[in-house]
């Protein structure tokens, strides 16, 4: 069998993945990214980890001219991580932007089909949605399955987003919906950052869709998420659409 790699525009595509603590998975996601038949760059956002996730990508850097990495000064939020990566891609010039966990909790092979979203069927965001086909959640235990799918659905009643899989964190946007929600103007922090990207897309026009995806809890390193995070971004949300009320959202 034969495989055929299809070299893209040096800035076609670039996948942000934020890191804290995470050496025992990167070199292999690094691998199993640049391995794909289409070409995607690599922007590491990591928040100084204390156990050398950086070190190790720079060691990867020589040996991967698509990867790129920017050291933070300290643990300084997921938010922010995505909001350095944005302003980092766009003054770049990619057209595709895609957010990524760095556990293995997204397959990488599914970054193809968000790009063939965008690139090839006009999405102007795709997620990678555990909910949109049934719960496609492995090795979750059932309680954090409960929580995660309520909180969808509790942001789905308080914003009237048509999206199953509000909390999503595997995503590509096009370049121009990233230019229009000015990432910098995003107020949420932790997952609830997550639903605001999200939520002022939709407000803005763009269309979203879907992608089902199969959710594979880490194989290795320890898990960043806690009931605070979820009950922030829960509360967050009702904040956020008060603050909707007051803000003028261009239709494009």
């Not at 920017?70 to 643990?75: E, Q, Y």
């Not at 770049?92 to 092979?109: L, R, T, V, W």
């Not at 995070?229 to 803000?247: D, H, Y």
């Amino acid at each position: 069998m034969y495989y055929f790699r299809i070299y893209l525009s040096p800035m076609s595509n670039i996948v942000i993945i934020p890191t804290y603590k995470e050496k025992e998975n990167i070199e292999a996601l690094i691998n199993a990214i640049s391995s794909l038949p289409i070409h995607f760059d690599i922007l590491v956002i990591d928040d100084n980890s204390p156990d050398g996730t950086a070190d190790a990508v720079k060691l990867m850097q020589p040996s991967f001219p698509n990867l790129h990495i920017i050291v933070r000064s300290g643990k300084l939020g997921l938010g922010t991580a995505y909001i350095t990566g944005f302003k980092w891609a766009l003054e770049k010039g990619y057209n595709y932007i895609y957010e990524m966990d760095a556990d293995f909790s997204h397959d990488p092979k599914d970054l193809i089909r968000l790009y063939n979203e965008c690139a090839e069927n006009g999405a102007d965001v795709a997620i990678g949605s555990r909910y949109i086909s049934g719960v496609n959640v492995v090795n979750w235990p059932l309680s954090r399955v409960l929580m995660s799918y309520i909180a969808s659905i509790y942001v789905r009643i308080i914003t009237g987003m048509r999206i199953m899989d509000t909390t999503a964190g595997f995503k590509c946007y096009r370049k121009e919906v990233l230019e229009n929600i000015q990432p910098d103007k995003i107020r949420s922090v932790g997952y609830g950052f997550q639903i605001e990207m999200k939520f002022t897309a939709w407000k803005l026009g763009y269309k979203i869709v879907e992608v089902p995806i199969i959710f594979t809890d880490r194989r290795m390193g320890a898990s960043k998420m806690t009931g605070g995070i979820f009950n922030e971004a829960l509360w967050g949300v009702l904040r956020m659409k008060l603050r909707s009320t007051f803000t003028k959202y261009p239709r494009r």
